[in-house]
């Protein structure tokens, strides 16, 4: 009998994913941003062909909820596009109303070309 015990608690164990038995800690608007949004938001501007070639080459970093993209634009439409494509990539990774919250925010450091 105390082999098969022990094995139904080593299954349970196996089987119980950890946040049933050991919650998190973390409030529902304190999720963490996915490593990988960074390039996600660089491929999709990147792939963008209604933005000029050489603005579709940024730097995208996010540190404390603060995303930044770095890069040279053609013009004010393009610095919007590109804010477009990164606002609605991080709107899909976090929960609903985090974003007009205030609790993640967007620093364009995109300078329009000759200006």
Do not use: W, Y
């Amino acid at each position: 009998m105390r082999p098969i015990i022990r094995n139904l608690a080593i299954i349970f164990c196996l089987a119980v994913p950890g946040g049933v038995l050991f919650p998190s800690t973390r409030g529902k608007n304190e999720m963490e941003l996915p490593r990988d949004l960074p390039r996600q938001i660089e491929t999709k501007v990147a792939e963008d062909d209604g933005l000029q070639p050489g603005s579709r080459k940024i730097t995208v970093t996010i540190q404390n909820r603060v995303v930044t993209l770095k890069g040279v634009v053609q013009s004010d439409l393009e610095r919007q596009m590109i804010l477009g494509h990164a606002e609605a990539l991080v709107a899909q990774n976090v929960p609903d109303g985090l974003i007009n919250s205030g609790e993640i925010t967007f620093n364009l450091q995109l300078v329009i070309a000759g200006h």
